[in-house]
């Protein structure tokens, strides 16, 4: 069985793929941020997901602290998203437009727009220093400080030299 941690990766991309990484996890987000879903059985209904996978990811997301739980008006629990929950909204759209691009053969099955004037959504890679968009290419990924910190308490943690 997969490990379900990164506990050498000093990676925000593997921290956060520690908390939505899993199977379901991403459909599940999707649904609630753009399907307004909280409830348990319309998550389980629309994904045809089993209970005891639906549940826990839906216990992860809560104790992560994307989503909350309250009572609905009908006394049922519903899952909110909180802040930290709204936030991945453009990791599915990042997302997605990767999936339309290269692997939707008929099209996109569905498109992103602006609630206000109805215009299509699209992310861009944008500069802060010279305000230019940048092509994926032209990126490229530098070490900060924080780097040291967290690789140092990675190699407390495991005992050992190789954290990356």
């Known amino acids: 069985m997969l490990g379900r941690t990164y506990d050498r990766e000093a990676c925000s991309a ?3 793929l520690e908390i939505a990484g899993e199977r379901w996890s991403l459909l599940i987000l999707r649904n609630a941020l753009f399907g307004g879903m909280t409830r348990f059985t319309d998550f389980q209904q629309s994904l045809d997901i089993a209970p005891n996978i639906l549940a826990s990811r839906l216990e992860k997301f809560v104790k992560e602290g994307l989503m909350t739980t309250s009572r609905g008006r009908s006394e049922r629990r519903e899952y909110v998203l909180t802040s930290k929950g709204l936030d991945f909204k453009p990791v599915i759209i990042a997302l997605t437009a ?5 692997a939707a053969p008929d099209g996109p099955p569905i498109i992103y727009r602006h609630e206000g004037c109805a215009g299509r959504i699209e992310q861009r890679l944008l500069c802060k220093a010279c305000d230019s968009d940048a092509k994926p290419k032209q990126v490229i990924a530098t070490k900060t400080k924080a780097m040291s910190v967290v690789k140092a308490r990675i190699s407390k943690r495991l005992g050992s030299p190789r954290a990356r």
């Open 98 to 102: 990767w999936g339309d691009q290269w």
């Open 14 to 16: 593997a921290r956060a």
